[in-house]
């Protein structure tokens, strides 16, 4: 009998041909396997039994990094099958159809072969079939090595030998290279013939020195995150006085002498995407303690590529590995552009001349209790969502938001969504993302039908969607701010088909509502394809526009005009302005992230939003250090209306009491969370969904979801999707798919 299997999902790139052909040879079955447009199709000759273990076997035992999405078994009538089991050319239909694979960590087996392997020890580029670069050097699909910038380079007679070598591991390795015909590494300034570079550059980081190094996603800024003058300088030179920087780790070993990892935590950073993690930062560790200063959790990270665990290893201490862009700007990806971008940062740069055809930022990631809250969606999680249910039949883009910008679309029943691109503010950002854009509407080879919004009218990703509008003649349509954030919730989840009604609670530090109001402390209820608003907190009046959200001062003149702490905070003449703003102001705003701002001001944490989210993080820093220090402090709730003054009253009134400002930011935050499920429960919602940024705070979480479980509310945070404004293109999607 005939069968034949068509395999949708993560199925290229993975080692699943080569798989297929040892499982076949193994049951001794005829018959052929090749990679489509729409996945891996295997045609084969077999007795409905043995068809059947082939079956079973496939998903017992497919590759690490495999994911199954769909599986339709057929029996064939008239297949041609001749003697043995072969791996084909890829059929190429015209419709492409299938997930796009993401890169993978650098894997054991390859780090073996750093160490010992004749052609690769050493070498930079080492990769198999189960890891290395794969969407960043994808310029085409189905993933085949023509369709790679790697395929620049031609494979030596040893490589190839493996590659049709049923037995060796880099079996059908799309990527596959050695040192006598991968890429090769250079340095700048150009180091004497015949140096090691590894060496070279462990060499600069000994001396206290800042180096770029080009990985296969772009490059990253390195250097020893045990000297604090050098940090301190990275620091200036970067023009990032406070934000913290990610680290990265030789070993999981070397990662326990400095933090305490939970399994969950431990199975995170040794995953294929292998992203940065924070975790909680013990006391004595090696680290400079200028790396995230004021905040209690530490971004680290193994390496994910051999380059970076050469250096790592020789150089035998942590390191910084931040982005290689000026602020804001997005990810420098080639040599030329870091020479004139990093000129006055970068004191070496190692770099190399494979192709980077979508450059990526590491992932950001965190666990909160048993759950992962993902960052910065990025390496090793982008370009696909995995999540939620159908967004329609039409193929549709959605443009996001602003401060964190990526797109996402929905094209033959799958949802991809971009690498973080960077601040939409920055024009080079912009263009990196219609590059982005562009290039996968040629590749998936789609006509769009729809474009999606946010309804901020002053958003540049609105602008850039009305530039392709006009040139596809689609239509757009804008999508509330907040109701994107409740849509990534539910999509994560796959709510949108549940019966009952579901509370949505979007805390945020702001989003377009409408006319002269922004929002930031949003409830809704969804109620079987309707998202109904409901107002419950008040609204303040903006003072000085944008600036609001970097001055925390002004978010408690707005909130709380009559505190104490006013005067302190501002001169005559400033107080005299600002008090006139205030009067005068139009805008009104309700925003957790301001409220968050006015605590941090009244508190004393900080006066200054250097960069996003920074009082909030600072407040959620110093509750979480003083929860620890009094593990049996049980939080006193602040009585509290649905204005915010409330709030800030009462920890006034605190200070007052001489309570200290830890206990004061444990209850804040406490407080909050005690709010929220108290109005639920008070209008007996069972279901709620949690969305928006503030919504990466893991105290913020913990209470909440200890108050919930008192009162049997099933809770539901962004899992797949970020809670920030990165998982709006996916709300964008859902929404329009989802809601009447
Ligand atoms: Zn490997
Ligand atoms: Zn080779």
Known sequence: MYWRFSIGGIVQGVGFRPFIKKLADELKINGRVFNSEQGVVVEFAAERLIAETFRKRIFDEKPSAAWIESFVKSSEQDLKIGDGFSIDPSMNSGVLNLRLTPDFKLCDSCIEDLKTHPRRKDYAFTTCTICGPRFSIA????????QLSISDFKMCADCSREYIDVKDRRFHSQTNSCKTCGPQLDTYPEAPKGTNLIEEAVLYLTQGKIIAVQTTTGFLLMADATNEKVIERLRSRKNRPQKPFAVVYQDLDHLAEDFKIEENQAEL???????????????????ANNIAPGLNEIGVMLPSNPLVYLIIQQFSKPLIATSGNRGGSPLIANIDEAKLLLEGIVDLYLYHHLEIVHPMDDSVTKMVGDHPIIIRPARGLTPNYIGGTKAGNNTVIAFG?????HYALFHEGKCYLSPYFGNLESFEVQERMKFSLRHLINVLDLIPQEFLIDVHPGYFSRALAESFSNEFKVPLKSIPHHQAHFCSGLADHGLFQKKTSILGIILDGVGFLEGEKLGGAELFEYHQGEITPIEVFSFYPI??????STETRLSLLSIYPDSKAIPGLFNHVELELYHKLRMISKGRIRSMGRLFDAAAALLGITQINSYEGEAAMKVEAIAARYLKHHSHYQPKHFKVDYGF???????????EEGRSIGELALNFIATIAYQLVSFALKNQYKEVVCSGGVFQNGLLIHFIEDYARNVQINLYFNSISSPNDSGIPIGQLYHNHHIN
């Open 139 to 146: 310029k085409g699909f189905p993933f085949d090595r023509e």
């Open 269 to 287: 950073l040794c995953s294929a995407v292998g992203p940065i993690v924070l975790l909680e930062s013990a006391s004595n560790t090696k680290l």
């Open 401 to 405: 938001a602003d401060m964190k910008a």
């Open 543 to 548: 003072i000085a526009g944008d600036k609001m």
């Open 645 to 655: 003054e409330s709030y800030l009253r009462a920890i006034e009134d605190g200070i």
